[in-house]
């Protein structure tokens, strides 16, 4: 397991939680860059898989504060949420932030990843608290 790879299973569905993932995205708010639905992208092909999408999050106003630290760090960013299922689970996973833009070793990214770290946090504790749509 990698230390900076966080895995929360779901209590629900693939269609469910992604869709409690989008509502909660959009309470935080950060915004929905893309919604990649790979397990509809196979089935053009005739290939059938258990859930795998990826939903790629970010802010302009963090975007702006990434390239204004370190212009290469923005090869980071849209951040992900990656949704599927393993050993009958859906699970929900990211990398923390704190850590994607740690490598940049820049005092604005390490405040800003461990910002992101508690809204990715957050995120995932929303989409699967019991009041969330």
């Known amino acids: ?25 959009a309470r ?11 397990q509809a992208n196979v089935a053009k092909k005739g290939i059938v898989v258990d859930c795998d999408q990826i939903l790629e999050i970010f802010r302009p106003d963090f975007a702006v504060r990434v390239w204004a630290a370190r212009k290469e760090a923005g090869l980071d ?7 599927y299922v393993a050993g009958g689970r ?21 405040s800003l990843g461990a910002e992101l770290d508690r809204i990715f946090a957050a995120i995932v504790e929303s989409a699967f608290a019991a009041q969330a749509p």
């Open 1 to 25: 397991m990698h230390e900076d790879l966080v895995q929360v299973s779901s209590p629900y569905g693939c269609k469910e939680t992604v869709e409690r993932l989008l509502a909660a995205v």
């Open 28 to 38: 935080v708010p950060m915004g929905l860059v893309a919604h990649i639905n790979g």
């Open 77 to 83: 960013i849209p951040l992900r949420l990656h949704v």
């Open 90 to 110: 859906t699970i929900t996973a990211y990398r923390r932030p704190s850590q994607v833009f740690a490598r940049y070793d820049h005092p604005d990214l390490v």
